[in-house]
């Protein structure tokens, strides 16, 4: 059993982790181990194989089975999961791990050490390159484990399908584990590894169920043990007395169903406006978000449309792309353009600066723009035509802006074609600067996932750190005070778009230091809206107040809880 008290719950029979999808459940643990056999791997030992063309045959059939097997799961799944499951599908098939793979075999390696190196290598890569990319090297090992599978002829490993209502206990979730997930038999997910920001969590998030990532010793746990997950406190209880917690699981899905028919638009039970939009990525999710209940959109992310363009996209494609972004919202409100967030986590072929020592702290965002003005103001003049031509609200901000002079600079060069100019809070100079900021631009937007990896210098997909990227630490929470104060003083909106936004007790509290805006995944809303819609301003001010003052993230949780449940 666990004892390490360092992540146990108060009363040390439990364990806590980074909360990620609100929600209680309770039921057996189903732990899952992903390792293929050893002994089967044993048993194939160099495989036999004639000679490094038929060793590479074998390779590629096991891609192929492995390959269509995310390809048919993706056909299956929707949204995020069909997204990450074809994403892998690819993975499986790049043909630089091929080459990696045929290099290792010349060398002298067998097959199995050949797979094993060349996936080494890439996970390599990956985690150097950090941020989103890392994630990938999740993927990378569960590619291995089932390139392995095929190769010495077992199944595939994953998770098996409950034969109960189970709680699934793993050490991290790859997509393909996550995607066939059934809510109906999957009560919660309690990962010992990954953040908040990892696979498992965007899924968790998109199927609605309950889970707690980076919680310690959760591998530990015994087979079949009941378990009480929440989702919302991010906690693991191992004593609950069943009958009462079947009741508070009870109540929690009562409360669940009637957040579903939350309407809008966003206020506070006292009746403050807060404006409830959506983060969107391209066309399609722009069209589905505006049948959500929300006002507008909050951020577009428009370099997630050209991470496989080699290219720099023309004015006129690129006008044609947020085009289909802007339209959907001509009758329902605003939409915020974030210009080319590229580099670090997101490499836009046509942007990046190549070979950074430190992409995170490198030429990535507006900073793109220092040596090539032309790529931005190109930018600009393809949302300034899309706006025209759809005849929506549009609003502009610069991601990664750190001084005074990039947002007068920035703010200048939007407002020349008649848009509202705005900067991203993501970098704390931006906090600490936010006056004098408000006095040249038109609204700030604070981007709580790099603001918080920023301030607290832990990179925002390290799994091992993901006690440190949670919002919740109290100076992240510092800073965006500061913004959101500076913004109600100088009578312009400061908005949240970062995963804070989607957190309903976090809403709270950022609503409570001042903040008018919150963006977020459109299926986070309904949640955000209804729980702000039973706060009342003067408790939002309460609770921002507990969660600034508290030692750490849990007690900021904790503490809040509390006074919403007076
Ligand atoms: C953020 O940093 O919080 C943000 C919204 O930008 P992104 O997640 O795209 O870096
Ligand atoms: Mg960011």
């Known amino acids: 059993m666990v004892t390490d008290t360092s992540t146990s719950s108060p009363d040390g029979t439990g364990l806590r982790g980074t909360p990620v999808v609100g929600g209680l459940a309770y039921g057996p643990a189903l732990v899952i181990r992903t390792e293929v056999p050893a002994e089967a791997v044993e048993r194939f030992g160099d495989g036999g194989f004639a000679d490094e063309a038929e060793a590479l045959a074998a390779y590629d059939v096991a891609v192929e089975q492995v390959s269509s097997g ?54 390599g890569v990956f985690t150097t390159m950090g941020g989103l990319m890392a994630e990938r090297a999740t993927d990378l090992r569960d590619i291995e484990r089932r390139l392995v599978a095929r190769l010495i002829g077992e199944a595939e490993p994953g998770v098996p399908t409950p034969d109960r209502p189970s709680v699934v206990v793993a050490e991290d979730l790859a997509p393909a584990d996550t995607a066939g997930l059934d809510p109906a038999i999957v009560l919660a997910l309690v990962t010992e590894r990954g953040g908040p920001t990892s696979h498992t969590a965007i899924i968790a998030r998109q199927l609605g169920i309950p889970c707690v990532v980076g919680t310690a010793g959760a591998l530990e746990l015994d087979a079949g043990r009941p378990l009480l997950v929440d989702g919302t406190a991010g906690t693991v209880r191992l004593d609950a007395d069943p009958a009462e917690a079947e009741r508070l699981v009870a109540a929690d899905k009562e409360e669940r169903a009637a957040l579903a028919t939350w309407a809008g638009p966003g206020a506070t039970a006292s009746g403050e406006a807060v404006k409830l939009l959506a983060n969107v990525a391209d066309g399609p999710s722009a069209a589905s978000a505006s049948g959500a209940p929300v006002e507008g959109v909050g951020l577009f992310r428009t370099e997630l449309c050209f991470l496989n363009r080699t290219e720099e996209p023309s004015v006129e494609e690129q006008a044609d792309i947020y085009e289909t972004v802007l339209a959907p919202f001509k009758d329902v409100g605003y939409v915020v353009v974030r210009t080319l967030d590229a580099g670090s986590d997101k490499p836009v072929a046509f942007a990046t600066h190549e070979g950074e020592e430190n992409p995170a702290l490198g030429v990535r965002g507006l900073r793109l723009s220092f040596d090539n003005p032309g790529l931005l103001e190109r930018q600009l003049d393809a949302i300034a035509l899309a706006a025209e031509r759809s005849g929506t609200e549009t609003w502009v901000m610069a991601p990664m802006v750190a001084t005074v002079a990039e947002a007068r600079d920035f703010s200048a060069a939007v407002r020349e074609r008649g ?10 100079s931006a906090a ?6 408000l006095e ?127």
């Open 70 to 123: 995310f390809g048919a799961k993706a056909a299956s799944a929707s949204g995020a999961a069909a997204e990450v499951l074809t994403a892998s599908a690819g993975l499986a098939r790049d043909k630089g791990l091929r080459s990696a793979v045929r290099k290792s075999l010349r060398s002298g390696d067998d097959l199995l050490a050949a797979v094993h190196a060349a996936v080494e290598q890439f996970v």
């Open 419 to 428: 848009l509202k100019a705005g900067v991203m809070v993501e970098v704390p």
């Open 432 to 437: 600490l600067l936010a006056p004098r900021m």
């Open 440 to 566: 040249v631009v038109d609204f700030m937007s604070i981007g709580t996932n790099d603001l918080t990896q920023y301030t607290m210098a832990a990179d925002r997909m390290a799994t091992d750190l993901a006690h440190l990227t949670d919002p919740w630490q109290p100076a992240v929470l510092q800073l965006i005070a500061i913004t959101a104060e500076a913004g109600r003083l100088a009578g312009k909106p400061v908005g949240v778009c970062g995963e804070a936004a989607a957190d309903p007790l976090l809403a709270c509290a950022l609503v409570g230091m001042g903040v008018t805006s919150l963006s977020m995944a459109a299926a986070a809303v309904r949640q955000v809206g209804a729980r702000l819609g039973t706060t009342t301003s003067e408790q939002c001010e309460d609770v921002a107040e507990a969660a600034l003052g508290a030692d750490d993230p849990a007690a900021g949780r904790a503490a809040v809880l509390e006074i919403l449940a007076r």
